[in-house]
């Protein structure tokens, strides 16, 4: 799920799929990940979060999944809706200066109906 | 509802000219955030507060101050606007700093020409 220049990776699933979007972060040091949602003209809205002494938490139709070993986050979506159309992106905290989040580049989820 | 409010929603602005970003927040959390986004780069924290009367740099500040007189509101300003600074504006809050979820406005879509 990490951007490449302009241009965000896109996934395009059919509406009651199952979607996987994915997150590599790269400080072994987080301990605490963070899951949004952006809709276009909006701001980032909080989804779902995880901390590092957990492998797994579930939300409503949501669930995130933490693999520490390969510093992989992953954000599984049920049955798929055209409203989960948007930009998801993780965000870490690295615990390096100031204690903050650190925000992926995105993945564009496109549902087809 | 409670939530951020940011004020203008958009604005276009001349180069040199002085420029102040407007944010509230009704959840009495502590923290409080400002990011820059831009396409391909993600948000990018230009300064934060993680209580009233204090505030600290980000990953971008130069260009940008901001204060924090109260817990309620954290104002950006751009003392002499450039056309880098074009870029959307998201202010956050968080109950605390570290690992928590920030709550974001809906931005402020500002174009320097």
């Known amino acids: 799920g990490e951007s490449v220049g302009l241009h965000l990776p896109t996934l395009s699933v059919q509406e009651g799929d199952n979607s996987i979007i994915n997150c590599a972060y790269s400080n072994s040091a987080s301990d605490y990940f963070i899951w949004y949602k952006q809709e276009s003209g909006k701001g980032p809205q909080f989804i779902i979060d995880?901390?590092?002494?957990?492998d797994k938490r579930q939300g409503q139709r949501v669930t995130v999944l933490l693999n520490k070993t390969v510093k992989h986050l992953s954000l599984q979506i049920a049955a798929t809706q055209p409203g989960d159309s948007a930009v998801y992106f993780c965000a870490e905290n690295p615990h390096d200066a100031g204690n903050m989040l650190t925000f992926g580049g995105g993945t564009r989820l496109m549902v087809k109906p | 509802i409670a939530g951020i409010t940011q004020a203008p929603t958009s604005q276009i602005l001349a180069a040199g000219r002085r420029m102040t970003l407007r944010c509230t927040q009704d959840m009495r959390h502590n923290a409080m955030y400002w990011y820059r986004q831009d396409l391909g780069l993600g948000l990018r924290l230009i300064h934060y507060?993680?209580?009233?009367?204090?505030?600290g740099k980000g990953e971008v500040p130069d260009g940008y101050s901001v204060s924090r007189a109260n817990t309620d509101d954290f104002p950006l300003t751009l003392a002499s606007a450039v056309p880098s600074q074009t870029s959307v504006y998201f202010c956050a809050s968080s109950d605390r700093e570290g690992n928590q979820p920030q709550h974001f406005g809906d931005g402020t879509r500002l174009s320097i020409l």
């Open positions: 507060s993680n209580t009233a009367g204090t505030t």
């Open positions: 995880i901390r590092s002494n957990m």
